[in-house]
Protein backbone atom coordinates (compact mmCIF):
# COMPACT_ATOMS: atom_id res chain seq x y z
CA UNK A 1 0.00 0.00 0.00
CA UNK A 2 1.41 3.42 -1.33
CA UNK A 3 0.14 5.98 1.56
CA UNK A 4 1.19 8.49 -1.20
CA UNK A 5 -1.22 7.60 -3.67
CA UNK A 6 -3.85 7.31 -1.10
CA UNK A 7 -3.00 10.83 -0.25
CA UNK A 8 -3.73 12.11 -3.35
CA UNK A 9 -6.49 9.71 -4.42
CA UNK A 10 -8.15 11.39 -1.40
CA UNK A 11 -7.08 15.30 -2.47
CA UNK A 12 -7.53 14.73 -5.90
CA UNK A 13 -10.96 12.53 -6.13
CA UNK A 14 -11.35 11.68 -9.50
CA UNK A 15 -14.44 9.51 -9.11
CA UNK A 16 -17.52 10.48 -11.18
CA UNK A 17 -20.21 12.36 -8.65
CA UNK A 18 -24.07 13.60 -9.49
CA UNK A 19 -25.48 15.73 -6.97
CA UNK A 20 -29.13 16.40 -7.31
CA UNK A 21 -29.77 19.65 -4.58
CA UNK A 22 -33.61 21.56 -5.49
CA UNK A 23 -33.29 23.89 -8.68
CA UNK A 24 -29.14 22.78 -8.75
CA UNK A 25 -27.12 19.49 -10.52
CA UNK A 26 -23.51 19.44 -9.76
CA UNK A 27 -21.39 16.97 -11.58
CA UNK A 28 -17.63 16.39 -10.77
CA UNK A 29 -15.33 14.79 -13.29
CA UNK A 30 -16.94 14.76 -16.17
CA UNK A 31 -15.32 14.73 -19.92
CA UNK A 32 -16.79 16.99 -21.95
CA UNK A 33 -20.11 19.53 -22.22
CA UNK A 34 -21.88 18.62 -25.49
CA UNK A 35 -24.65 20.99 -25.14
CA UNK A 36 -26.15 23.74 -23.61
CA UNK A 37 -28.98 26.25 -24.09
CA UNK A 38 -31.29 27.55 -22.16
CA UNK A 39 -33.69 23.93 -21.76
CA UNK A 40 -30.95 21.61 -22.34
CA UNK A 41 -27.20 20.67 -21.15
CA UNK A 42 -25.68 17.51 -21.97
CA UNK A 43 -22.64 16.46 -19.85
CA UNK A 44 -20.41 13.65 -21.19
CA UNK A 45 -18.24 11.66 -18.68
CA UNK A 46 -16.34 8.04 -19.04
CA UNK A 47 -19.43 5.54 -18.83
CA UNK A 48 -21.97 7.87 -20.87
CA UNK A 49 -23.89 10.88 -20.80
CA UNK A 50 -26.53 13.29 -18.70
CA UNK A 51 -28.71 15.02 -20.26
CA UNK A 52 -30.49 17.94 -17.72
CA UNK A 53 -34.13 19.12 -18.85
CA UNK A 54 -35.74 22.39 -18.01
CA UNK A 55 -36.38 26.04 -18.31
CA UNK A 56 -34.05 28.94 -18.12
CA UNK A 57 -30.75 26.66 -17.13
CA UNK A 58 -27.46 28.47 -16.55
CA UNK A 59 -24.26 27.06 -15.95
CA UNK A 60 -23.15 28.96 -12.79
CA UNK A 61 -20.01 27.35 -11.99
CA UNK A 62 -17.76 25.77 -14.47
CA UNK A 63 -14.28 24.46 -13.96
CA UNK A 64 -11.93 21.84 -15.55
CA UNK A 65 -13.55 18.86 -13.52
CA UNK A 66 -16.65 20.35 -12.41
CA UNK A 67 -20.00 22.18 -13.27
CA UNK A 68 -23.14 23.93 -11.89
CA UNK A 69 -26.52 24.11 -13.63
CA UNK A 70 -29.14 25.79 -12.06
CA UNK A 71 -32.73 26.70 -13.30
CA UNK A 72 -36.20 24.95 -12.92
CA UNK A 73 -34.82 21.59 -13.42
CA UNK A 74 -37.20 19.09 -14.82
CA UNK A 75 -35.61 16.23 -15.72
CA UNK A 76 -32.46 14.52 -15.85
CA UNK A 77 -31.14 11.47 -17.52
CA UNK A 78 -28.40 8.99 -17.38
CA UNK A 79 -27.32 7.41 -20.76
Same mark, same amino acid.
Given at each position: ??????????????????????? $???I?? %?????????????? $? %? $?????????E????? $?????E?????????????
Amino acid at each position: MNPIKNIRSFILEDDFRLNVLKN $KVNIVN %YTDIGHFDRNKVQV $K %Y $KEGEIFVYGENLVVS $KLLKDEILIEGNIQNIELK
